[in-house]
C-alpha cells in the first residue's frame, strides 16, 4: 500500500487562526447508536425474553451458522478449557499465566471492606461492602482472538468475590480460539458459552433455559452488542458503552521518533473509527513522525485500517509548550495518554482527565492492553471526564447501614419530622416521632 506524503495525518498548530474550529472537531467523537441497530438489536432481546432458549438457538443458527439441538449443546465444558490450556505454546501459557498474576495482584489493592462506627448517640452507622452474585462477560470471537479481554473482565470480578461468572463468545462456523478458553480457565470462569451478538446479551440479562440471569454484564463488542448493553441496562448492570479506541500522546520531541510512530499506528489498527494524536512543541519532531509513519505503514498488517483511520481521526498537533498540550489533553480527555517526556512523573498532576495514563517514553500503550496490570476496560469518548476504570468496586455494592440507640432515635426523630413536614410526607414524620416519643428507654 502506498500513501502519499501529507495524506495520513491532519496537521493543526495551536497559534494559526483555524485551531479552534479545528480542534473543537476531535472532540466531537461519541459512542452515539444507530437507530437501525438498536431497533434489530430490540428485536431480538424482545424474541429471547419471550421465547427463551429457542429464540437463542435460532439467532446462533441465522448467525454464526452453528445448528445446535439445545442450548446445553453451545456449553463448552470445563474439558476443552483444560485441554485448550494444554495445546497452546508454552510461551503463550507463560505469557497468560503472567499476565494474569499482574492483573490480579493490581486489582487485589482495589478491594474495598466493609466499615462502621458508633456515633456520640450510641447509633451504629456503616457500610457494607459485598460482591455480585452472577456476573456475565461478553468476549468477541471468530477470527478475532481477545484472551486479554477476558482476563481484564474477569479477574476483578473474582477478586471482588464474584461467586459464578458466566462467559459469551461467539464461535462462527464453529471457530473458537484455544487462547480464548485457555484465559477463561486461568481467569477462574465458571460457565463458557457459544453464543454472540445481542441475543447473548439478552440471554445473560434474563436468562434462556439453562443460563440463569446474572446481575451484570461487561466485555465489549459490536454494535449490536453495544446497543443491546444499552437497552437491557436497568435489569441488569453494565460496565459502559465503549466508542472507538483512542490515545493522545504529549511528547517533548525526545522520544525516538519510531516509539512514537508505532504507538499511533498501534491504535489506530483497532478500526477505521479509532483515533491517534499526538501533541508537541517540536515542530521538526512532528515532521519525523509524520515521515516515520509513511515510511513504516506500507509494512503493516493492518495498514489500510490504519490509513483509514488516520485520514478520518488522526492528528499532529503543534503547540507553545508543554503546558498548552497538556490543557488540550485534558479537553480531549482519551482514553490512553502517553506523557513521552522527561520527567513524566511531575506532569501526572497536571492531568485531569485520562483513562489510563502512561508515564515515559518507555512505556507504551499496547503495556496497559496485555499485562501491566492496571484493567484495559476504559472510558472512551471524553467520559473520562466523569467515568473511571473497570476494576474491583464495579463488581461491589455498597449497603448503608443505620441502627439506631433509643437516644440516638429521639435526637434524628426531631430533624427527620421537621423535615419530613417541610415536604408534607406526614406519614414518614408520624414514623419518626412515634421513635421520639417520651418513656422510650436509654
Known amino acids: 500500500m502506498h500513501v502519499t506524503a501529507g495524506s495520513t495525518l491532519a496537521r493543526l498548530c495551536s497559534t494559526q487562526g483555524d485551531f479552534r474550529q479545528r480542534f473543537e472537531s476531535l472532540l466531537a467523537a461519541t459512542a452515539e447508536s444507530d437507530p437501525e441497530v438498536e431497533a434489530a438489536a430490540r428485536e431480538i432481546i424482545a424474541a429471547v425474553r419471550r421465547d427463551g432458549d429457542s429464540a437463542v438457538l435460532e439467532y446462533t443458527r441465522r448467525f454464526d451458522g452453528i445448528a445446535a439441538d439445545a442450548l446445553p449443546d453451545l456449553q463448552v465444558p470445563a474439558a476443552a478449557l483444560d485441554a485448550a490450556w494444554d495445546a497452546i505454546g508454552a510461551r503463550e501459557r507463560a505469557a497468560l499465566a503472567e499476565a494474569a498474576a499482574r492483573?490480579?495482584?493490581?486489582?487485589?489493592?482495589?478491594?474495598?471492606?466493609?466499615?462502621?462506627?458508633?456515633?456520640?448517640?450510641?447509633?451504629?452507622?456503616?457500610q457494607r461492602i459485598t460482591p455480585l452474585d452472577r456476573v456475565g462477560v461478553y468476549v468477541p470471537g471468530g477470527k478475532a482472538s481477545y484472551p486479554s479481554s477476558v482476563l481484564m473482565n474477569t479477574i476483578p470480578a473474582r477478586v471482588?468475590?464474584?461467586?459464578?461468572?458466566?462467559?459469551?463468545?461467539p464461535a462462527p462456523s464453529g471457530?473458537?480460539?484455544?487462547?480464548?478458553?485457555?484465559?477463561?480457565?486461568?481467569?477462574g470462569v465458571d460457565e463458557v458459552w457459544t453464543i454472540g451478538g445481542a441475543q447473548a446479551i439478552a440471554?445473560?440479562?434474563?436468562?434462556?433455559?439453562?443460563?440463569?440471569?446474572?446481575?451484570?454484564?461487561?466485555?465489549?463488542?459490536?454494535?449490536?452488542?453495544a446497543a443491546a448493553k444499552?437497552?437491557?441496562?436497568?435489569?441488569?448492570?453494565i460496565d459502559m458503552i465503549a466508542g472507538p479506541s483512542e490515545i493522545v500522546i504529549v511528547c517533548d520531541g525526545n522520544t525516538p521518533v519510531e516509539w512514537v510512530a508505532?504507538?499511533?499506528?498501534?491504535?489506530?489498527?483497532?478500526?477505521?473509527?479509532?483515533?491517534?494524536?499526538?501533541?508537541?512543541?517540536?515542530?521538526?519532531?512532528?515532521?519525523?513522525?509524520?515521515?516515520?509513519?509513511?515510511?513504516?505503514?506500507?509494512?503493516?498488517?493492518?495498514?489500510?485500517?490504519v490509513a483509514r483511520s488516520f485520514a478520518a481521526h488522526g492528528a499532529l498537533i503543534a503547540v507553545r509548550d508543554l503546558e498548552e498540550a497538556l490543557a488540550l489533553a485534558n479537553r480531549l480527555a482519551p482514553e490512553h495518554l502517553e506523557l513521552s517526556v522527561a520527567d513524566a512523573g511531575r506532569w501526572i498532576d497536571?492531568?485531569?482527565?485520562?483513562?489510563?495514563?502512561?508515564?515515559?517514553p518507555h512505556t507504551p500503550e499496547a503495556f496497559g492492553d496485555y499485562c501491566a496490570g492496571p484493567n484495559h476496560v476504559l472510558p472512551t469518548a471524553r467520559t473520562a471526564r466523569f467515568s473511571s476504570p473497570l476494576g474491583v468496586c464495579d463488581f461491589q455494592k455498597r449497603t448503608s447501614v443505620i441502627g439506631c440507640s433509643p437516644r440516638g432515635a429521639r435526637r434524628l426523630a426531631e430533624v427527620a419530622s421537621v423535615l419530613a413536614r417541610g415536604e408534607a410526607l406526614t406519614a414518614h414524620a408520624r414514623s419518626a416521632e412515634l421513635r421520639g416519643c417520651a418513656g422510650v428507654g436509654d
Open 103 to 126: 492483573i490480579r495482584d493490581y486489582h487485589r489493592r482495589q478491594r474495598q471492606e466493609s466499615w462502621q462506627y458508633l456515633d456520640e448517640d450510641g447509633t451504629v452507622l456503616g
Open 262 to 305: 508505532m504507538d499511533l499506528c498501534s491504535q489506530a489498527e483497532h478500526d477505521e473509527e479509532a483515533r491517534a494524536i499526538l501533541i508537541s512543541p517540536d515542530v521538526a519532531f512532528l515532521d519525523r513522525v509524520e515521515a516515520a509513519v509513511e515510511s513504516m505503514l506500507p509494512t503493516l498488517e493492518r495498514a489500510e485500517i
Open 175 to 187: 471457530a473458537l480460539s484455544p487462547l480464548v478458553l485457555a484465559a477463561a480457565r486461568v481467569a
Open 160 to 169: 471482588a468475590g464474584v461467586a459464578e461468572i458466566a462467559m459469551a463468545v
Open 350 to 360: 497536571a492531568v485531569r482527565h485520562a483513562g489510563a495514563v502512561f508515564l515515559g
Open 230 to 237: 444499552r437497552l437491557v441496562y436497568g435489569a441488569v448492570g
Open 203 to 225: 440471554a445473560l440479562a434474563f436468562g434462556a433455559g439453562p443460563i440463569r440471569a446474572v446481575d451484570k454484564i461487561v466485555g465489549p463488542g459490536n454494535r449490536y452488542v
